[in-house]
C-alpha cells in the first residue's frame, strides 16, 4: 500500500527550516519504521507543459508501507509521536491519501 501526503508549508514557515527537518530527522525516522519499505519527500518544481502554472501542492511525500496494521502501530509509539511532532509545525493541512494499486 502507498500513502500519498500533499501539503504546502504554513505561513511564515521557513523553507529552510523544514527541509533541513525533513532531511535529517523525517526521512530517515520513518524510513526506519518496520511497517515501511520506503519513504521519500518530493518538492514540486513546476507543472509539466505550462511553464506560468504554479502547483497546487509543494510538498509530496510518497509512504510505501508493507501492512497498515503495522504501520498504525508503529507510528502511534510516544517515542515517533515525538519524532514526527514537527511536522504539524511545518504542514498546512496535510492530505493524506491511501492508495491501492490496480
Known amino acids: 500500500m502507498r500513502i500519498i501526503v500533499l501539503f504546502n508549508l504554513k505561513d511564515g514557515v521557513s ?3 523544514y527541509e ?3 532531511k535529517t530527522r523525517d ?3 520513518v524510513n ?3 511497517s515501511v519499505s520506503g519513504f521519500t519527500v518530493h518538492k514540486a518544481s513546476g507543472v509539466f507543459g505550462d511553464d506560468s502554472a504554479k502547483p497546487v501542492y509543494d510538498y509530496f511525500e ?3 508501507i ?3 496494521d503495522a504501520f498504525v502501530g508503529d507510528i502511534s509509539t510516544e517515542e515517533f509521536q515525538a519524532a514526527a511532532a514537527p511536522f504539524q509545525d511545518y504542514a498546512d493541512n496535510p492530505q ?3 492508495t491501492e494499486d490496480l
Do not use: Q
Request: aromatic share 10%; glycine share 10%; hydrophobic share 60%.
Open 15 to 17: 523553507v529552510a527550516e
Open 20 to 22: 533541513e527537518w525533513a
Open 27 to 29: 526521512i530517515p525516522g
Open 32 to 34: 526506519a519504521l518496520g
Open 62 to 64: 510518497i509512504i510505501d
Open 66 to 68: 508493507t501492512d497498515m
Open 96 to 98: 493524506f491519501i491511501l
